[in-house]
């Protein structure tokens, strides 16, 4: 089960195991059997209101907090998980990179004197190149290269250290994945619509408008 989501496919199929259908064999599934069992599922569940997307914007005070927590040091190069962990946060915030994309990243997608990574494991199965700004090359350099990639640890761990670190500073409703959030943001100031929605791998530009949350006064900033 090495497919992408296949967690979830086993719920799913385990659901299924209640109901009658479950018995009816592939060769005998009919139509008016896949009609009985959406009916009472329709009767046994009630489909939740779809929750309003998360809109949480991260302050410079915030991240110094975080960073402070997490003992970051400018000249320290990264190889313990916490300090990986402070990478993951700012490159994050950086590339507007999934989670997920950055901990996948091998030596050989990263591309520093061209100034770009490749993402080849993305949510939408889609391969593309990630273009990196000045800080977010600096943030890799200081990496040790010694393994396949920059971030051998696990996904969950590196979630772990970020939530202690934010409990211990006393920070409310920060989640590591609100550094995409704020790296989409920050980065809708530079980029056009399109170039953005390639950079983060948006196939639809209007999906953007989920995570681009530009306060009234950042957008007034930029007017005449």
Excluded at 47 to 75: F, Q
């Amino acid at each position: 089960m090495d497919k992408k989501g296949a967690k979830w496919e086993l719920v799913r199929l385990n659901l299924l195991g209640w109901y009658d259908l479950a018995d009816v064999s592939f060769a005998h599934l009919a139509a008016e059997d896949l009609a009985v069992w959406r009916d009472r599922r329709l009767r046994d569940i009630s489909r939740p209101k779809k929750p309003r997307p998360r809109d949480r914007r991260i302050s410079d005070e915030e991240i110094e907090r975080v960073l402070c927590v997490l003992g970051y040091d400018e000249n320290d190069e990264a190889t313990t998980c916490q300090q990986l962990t402070r990478v993951l946060f700012l490159l994050g915030i950086e590339t507007a990179m999934r989670r997920g994309e950055m901990m996948a990243l091998r030596w050989s997608d990263i591309h520093l004197q061209q100034r770009y990574v490749s993402i080849m494991d993305s949510k939408n199965l889609d391969q593309r190149d990630v273009p990196l700004t000045t800080r977010a090359v600096e943030l890799l350099e200081r990496l040790t290269q010694e393994g396949e990639g920059p971030f051998s640890f696990s996904s969950d761990t590196a979630s772990t250290l970020f939530r202690r670190a934010v409990k211990k500073a006393e920070i409310d409703g920060l989640r590591l994945h609100d550094s995409r959030h704020e790296g989409l943001t920050r980065l809708a100031r530079k980029l056009d619509v399109l170039d953005l929605a390639r950079m983060v791998g948006h196939r639809n530009p209007r999906s953007l408008m989920i995570y681009y949350n530009a306060t009234v006064s950042e957008i007034a900033s930029r007017l005449d």
